[in-house]
């Protein structure tokens, strides 16, 4: 993919081209399709979910999300959100969930953003540059050296390493800028948001997933996720229940099927795979499942 908007079918080539970088997982065995989530969640004690698509597209609500998770709560379900939306504090997105509807506690809302957070409270101390949108700042980044990658050639070069968490704002200059530094010196890239593209209302935008992969590309660097479909994001969700559950009674529900649903294979989750909302939307859904080689264990239009 280019800067330009993608469509869902350039996303999915793209994500095609990246899969030797991503987790290894069994096929499966085959899917079964359902009219909605509501029909396939008795044999499972825990449900995680995406976000953008699958609960909301940008800024807006999907119909009938928020009554459905209350149908689920009222049925005994634990419901968590598992989402590589990093770009916002945590703080700005219970608020943003609470806007569109929706009652989450904060334990059940697990991001990459989290995910990236705890790894670099464990990581020796680096002067990190981050892509990230200036509108919050560097709000949870307080403890580690860090400033914002903007339009400096010297922000760059300074860095001891790079965190791709959040695209807003992110330019073809200021890659390109990255892309010199790290032509220049060998550093540490650290993906918060793993995701290619996200669906948004005018459609699909440009994540850092796609960044950190040109540059994985060009022999720049080799870099290390934080969401999904990477184990730590789903760690850190199942160290939040107690006692955990068994793998096969928790289900994923997502829109990706290289995130979400090979995510959820690679540990042993079940899956269902959203198709309404997402980068999907509009297109052969068996065709993509035979050409990404990942099997949901379910298809439902919405949730």
């Known amino acids: 993919m280019t800067g330009a908007p993608p469509s869902g079918r350039t996303a999915f ?44 597209v940008g800024e807006t609500p999907i119909l009938g999300a928020a009554a459905r998770i209350a149908e689920l709560r009222d049925r005994g379900k634990r419901i968590m959100v598992v989402s590589n939306s990093a770009g916002y504090p945590k703080r700005a997105m219970m608020q943003r969930f609470e806007r569109l509807g929706f009652d989450f ?12 957070l705890a790894h670099l409270a464990q990581a020796p101390p680096r002067l990190w540059g981050v892509m990230l949108g200036v509108g919050h700042g560097l709000r949870e980044f307080e403890e580690i050296d860090a400033h914002l990658l903007l339009d400096d050639a010297a922000g760059y070069d300074q860095a001891d390493g790079f965190l791709l968490v959040g695209s807003d704002g992110w330019t073809v200059e200021r890659q390109r800028l990255l892309t010199a530094s790290l032509q220049a ?26 960044f950190a992969h040109a540059l994985a590309d060009a022999g720049l660097c080799a870099p290390e996720f934080f969401g999904k479909p990477f184990g730590a994001i ?16 928790v289900l994923m529900v997502g829109d990706t099927l290289h995130t979400d649903i090979l995510g ?24 993509a499942i035979d050409r990404a080689g990942i099997m949901p264990d379910f298809v439902i239009p919405h949730i």
């Open 264 to 287: 959820a294979r690679a540990m042993g989750f079940a899956s269902a795979l959203v198709t309404e909302h997402g980068p999907l939307a509009g297109e052969d859904v068996i065709a």
């Open 185 to 210: 010196r060998t550093r540490p890239v650290l993906v918060g948001n793993p995701d290619l593209v996200a669906p948004r209302e005018t459609g699909l935008s440009l994540e850092p997933g796609h």
């Open 234 to 249: 789903f760690d850190l969700a199942l160290s939040r229940l107690d006692p955990p559950p068994a793998p096969n009674r």
């Open 105 to 116: 506690a904060p334990d059940e809302v697990v991001t990459s953003r989290e995910a990236l």
């Open 13 to 56: 080539d793209a994500y095609v081209a990246v899969r030797h970088r991503l987790p290894e997982a069994p096929l499966g065995g085959g899917f079964g399709h359902a009219p909605d989530l509501g029909a396939i969640a008795d044999p499972f004690d825990v449900i995680l979910f995406d976000a953008y698509g699958v609960l909301n």
